[in-house]
């Protein structure tokens, strides 16, 4: 009885080592042995993959020529480049309703308030000198900004101006014509009155309007 435990036990050990020191070391061309596939390896098209389907090797497909996919034809040129036919900029293209200026409000938070700020006087936290942010954000308030056409600020979201970046990869159209209307709002709202505490305590250029009306309301 003692043998045959001992035998089995050397000879499960002898299995064991085998089948380890058989996976170490061995290169294969290949694939590794897979004894459940699943669904982990599937006959499918990726993208930006190379593929012996199509004769040209390539995976995705060219959209044959003068066909437009459905919903992308970018017939109407002033809500699309904010520019009318005849080159000059575009009025808003569309009636602003309720969930528009809120998603505008929102979108805006998101992608000028920081360097913009809260109320578009240009006071965004990046403003702030410990950044060193080279060139100050335009204000809206300047008297050019507001006498801009909708298409023409469409325009600059879309495509950035001088040192800043275009937004057009990262917002889209719809969008950008919402944060246009909250430009208009924040301008129609007006500049934030410099606070008096400002020029006494001489805040840091950059420290928001709300923390000043927060010291001046104290
Ligand atoms: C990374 C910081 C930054 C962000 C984010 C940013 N801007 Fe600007 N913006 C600037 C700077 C800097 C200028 C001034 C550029 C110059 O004159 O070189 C400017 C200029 C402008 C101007 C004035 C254009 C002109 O004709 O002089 C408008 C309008 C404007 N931005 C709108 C926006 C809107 C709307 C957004 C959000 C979609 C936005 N910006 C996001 C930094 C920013």
Aim: proline share 8%; charged share 25%.
């Amino acid at each position: 009885m003692m043998k045959r435990t001992a035998t089995t036990r050397l000879v499960l050990t002898a299995a064991a080592v085998l089948l380890l020191a058989g996976c170490r070391g061995n290169t294969s061309p290949e694939p590794p042995i897979h004894l459940n596939p699943n669904m982990d390896t599937q006959q499918k098209l990726v993208a930006q993959r190379s593929s012996n389907f199509f004769a040209d090797g390539k995976d995705m497909r060219t959209p044959p020529e003068g066909t437009v996919a459905r919903g992308e034809l970018r017939e109407d040129a002033a809500y699309f480049t904010g520019k009318n036919d005849d080159g000059s900029y575009a009025a808003m293209p569309f009636v602003m309703e309720a969930a528009d200026l809120d998603r505008g409000a929102k979108r805006f938070a998101i992608y000028c308030q920081p360097c913009h700020g809260e109320h578009g006087d240009g006071k965004g936290v990046i403003a702030d000198p410990k950044y060193k942010y080279p060139i100050p954000p335009t204000s809206y308030h300047e008297q050019r900004i507001r006498d801009m056409a909708d298409g023409n600020l469409f325009e600059v979201i879309s495509s950035g101006i001088r040192n800043m970046p275009s937004y057009r990869q990262q917002i889209p159209v719809r969008d950008r014509w919402c944060i246009v209307a909250h430009v208009r709002e924040l301008q129609k709202r007006g500049a934030p009155a410099p606070a008096p505490a400002d020029a006494q305590t001489a805040t840091p250029a950059g420290t928001t309007t709300e923390t000043t009306t927060t010291e001046t309301a104290q």
